[in-house]
């Protein structure tokens, strides 16, 4: 069955530096999202993405924040310069157009700021 | 605006018991979906079910169970005959056709053996 891969699964960096969370969805699909989930909280979106562009972001998915789907398989998000607090799961998702109520959830990158 | 109300913080039960986690959620479109996911200790969301707005059948797989009631805009989540490997933190979530989906804070069950 088909599956939404994210890497690293764990990624570790320092306060201010660049990191840049990687996403491989479904080959078909064309509905891309991510979420964060801060440690013991819910799941919460930041951002989705369709034909090459933004379609919705959250008030979390600030200017440190950004998206990208650099080839025809990778969805990236990037955050510019880390802050403590970015601490979290982040989930990537993708869902199809025939089906686009599927959404389907990768298994997540864990960011751990220090 | 999508809200997503799970009441219940935490859930406690001994195994064997019967145990149903609550959701309300709120939307002003007509066409949604409904899902509710499992996280284990580990981290990842396990799909375990989706309902759409047309669609109030309630469903039974194994020992889950699900109400769907659109009067009370409720979607409740029953397991029957817990067991230890059912513990883990349940998610409700809703989603409008290809938008973002909107979850609620989570309830955390332990079962007990």
């Known amino acids: 069955e088909p599956e939404v891969t994210q890497t690293p699964s764990h990624q570790v960096t320092q306060m201010g530096q660049e990191v840049i969370l990687r996403c491989v969805p479904i080959?078909?699909?064309?509905?891309f999202y991510w979420y964060r989930q801060i440690l013991g909280q819910k799941v919460e979106f930041l951002v989705s993405?369709?034909?090459?562009?933004?379609?919705?972001k959250s008030e979390i998915f600030d200017d440190q924040f950004s998206v990208e789907r650099p080839d025809g398989s990778n969805f990236t998000l990037k955050i510019r310069s880390t802050k403590l607090e970015d601490s979290a799961m982040y989930f990537c998702?993708?869902?199809?157009?025939?089906?686009?109520?599927?959404?389907?959830f990768g298994p997540g990158t864990r960011l751990t700021v220090t | 605006a999508q809200k997503v109300t799970q009441a219940q913080t935490e859930i406690s039960v001994v195994e064997k018991e019967d145990v149903t986690l609550d959701c309300v959620y709120e939307t002003r479109d007509t066409t949604y979906y409904l899902f509710w996911y499992k996280q284990p200790p580990s981290g990842e969301l396990v799909f375990l079910i989706r309902?759409?707005?047309?669609?109030?059948q309630n469903e039974i797989s194994g020992r889950y169970s699900w109400n769907f009631q659109k009067s009370t805009s409720s979607f409740n989540f029953t397991i029957t005959a817990s067991q230890v490997v059912d513990s883990a933190v349940y998610f409700c979530a809703l989603r409008a056709n290809a938008g973002k989906s909107t979850f609620g804070d989570g309830t955390t069950l332990t079962v007990k053996p």
């Open positions: 309902r759409n707005s047309f669609d109030e």
């Open positions: 080959s078909n699909h064309l509905y």
């Open positions: 998702a993708s869902a199809g157009a025939l089906s686009s109520y599927e959404q389907y």
């Open positions: 993405f369709y034909n090459n562009e933004i379609s919705e």
